[in-house]
Structures are given as C-alpha cells and as structure tokens.
C-alpha cells in the first residue's frame, strides 16, 4: 500500500487567490509528479521532480510552480488562480528502477470562481 | 510524435470477459502500464509489461506485442466493482515518463 498524500482533498477558491497543493510521500521515494486531470480525460503531467532541487515542467503549459526542498515534500503553488484552474491534480511518486510503477495520491478537486 | 488509442467506452455483463485494446506510437519505449480508476479516485496500478508476451495476474491479464504497438487489458469473470476507466500508459525515455491514453470507460451490467 502507497503512502502518500494530498491535501487539501476540496478547494473552492475565488479568481486572483494564491493557492498551494500539498503533496506529501512516505515512501522515500526519489521521484514525484503532478497531473491535472479533467473528468473523463487524460491525465496531463504539468511538473515533475527527479529529487530535491530538481524540477522540471512537463508536456502541459501550466502557470503554477513546484518546489522540491525535502524529498517527501512536492508541493504545488498557484500564485494567481482563475476559473480556467478548475480542474483535478493528481500527485504521484515513483521508486527508481524501470519497473517500479507511479503510486497516486487521492487527489485535489479545485474549482475557481 | 506519441499517441496512444484505446476505445473511449465498453459494456459488457457480469460474469462475462472483456478485452480493453490499447495501440500506441513512440519512440523510447521501456514499458506499458495499466492502470484503473473509478470514477472521482486516483488512478491505481494493475500491471506492467515490458517484453512480449501475457502477464497473468489473478483476474486480470494484459498482453504486449511491442513490434505492433499493442497491448490489451484482458479481465475475466467481471464484477459490478470492475466498473471503472481503464488508462493505458506507456513509459518512455531514460527518466520513463508516462504518456498516458484518455481511458475506457468500463460498464458492466448486471
């Protein structure tokens, strides 16, 4: 079983707010990852950390930032949200080795106003 | 480029089997995911392929030729909690990113 987690799980934010996501892992594991996901869509990655002080964005334009200053720690900022943000964000983690699969956290359902 | 294609929706009835396809087009391949994900929860991992070949895993079973780009999700005697969106993710690069497909949707009638 995954240990990792997410919150807050709901957020209903109004335009122009600063928000971050929590994404937190027990694991050890090296490598994390935020998506955002619409309903019955794809999961889109929009960063993804290799360690700490490492991040990178992904293949989805997104105006948030990430930041990796402890390994269990991947948190997500949105410094300005607007109702365009409205969206699910998935965090996952990864062990190293080709095999080791993405475990998911719950997962954060924000809706701007 | 990358894609990937799997059918957006399937029915099928409890008790039954159903086979979920999944084709893709990349380059860098190094593996190809399955996961399920009911409907407003994370996605969960069901299995991994990496070499040709069936993978058997309980009820479930997935297959991968990669010379065609194909995989398929094979799930046998279905149950009313098997209804869920099935992703097809393949893994790509020396970091084996994901690149995922949209979903099929699952829904299995009594």
């Known amino acids: 079983e995954a240990d990792i987690y997410q919150t807050p799980r709901y957020l209903v934010i109004g335009t122009g707010k600063k928000i971050t996501l929590e994404c937190s892992q027990t694991m050890g594991h090296d490598k994390m990852y935020w998506y955002q996901q619409d309903p019955g869509m794809e999961l889109h990655l929009i960063h993804y950390?290799?360690?700490?002080?490492?991040?990178e964005k992904g293949d989805l334009s997104s105006e948030s930032t990430v930041s990796r200053i402890r390994t269990e720690h991947f948190p997500l900022t949105l410094e300005s949200a607007r109702p365009s943000h409205t969206s699910q964000y998935l965090c996952?983690?990864?062990?190293?080795?080709?095999?080791?699969?993405?475990?998911f956290g719950p997962g954060t359902r924000l809706l701007v106003l | 480029g990358q894609n990937i294609d799997q059918p957006t929706e399937m029915t099928a009835t409890e008790g039954a089997i159903v086979q979920i396809n999944c084709t893709y087009q990349?380059?860098?391949?190094?593996?190809l995911f399955w996961y399920q994900q009911h409907a407003g929860e994370a996605p969960t991992f069901l299995s991994y392929?990496?070499l040709d070949g069936l993978e058997e895993k309980g009820r479930f079973s997935s297959f991968l030729s990669r010379s065609k780009g194909y995989s398929y999700l094979l799930l046998k005697e279905l149950q009313m909690k098997d209804s869920a969106s099935y992703l097809c993710?393949?893994?790509?690069?020396?970091?084996?990113?994901?690149?995922w497909g949209a979903g099929t949707k699952l829904i299995i009638k009594p």
């Open positions: 392929n990496v």
């Open positions: 990349t380059s860098g391949f190094n593996g």
């Open positions: 993710a393949v893994g790509k690069g020396s970091n084996y990113q994901l690149i």
């Open positions: 996952a983690s990864r062990a190293r080795g080709s095999q080791e699969t993405q475990y």
């Open positions: 950390s290799y360690g700490v002080n490492s991040t």
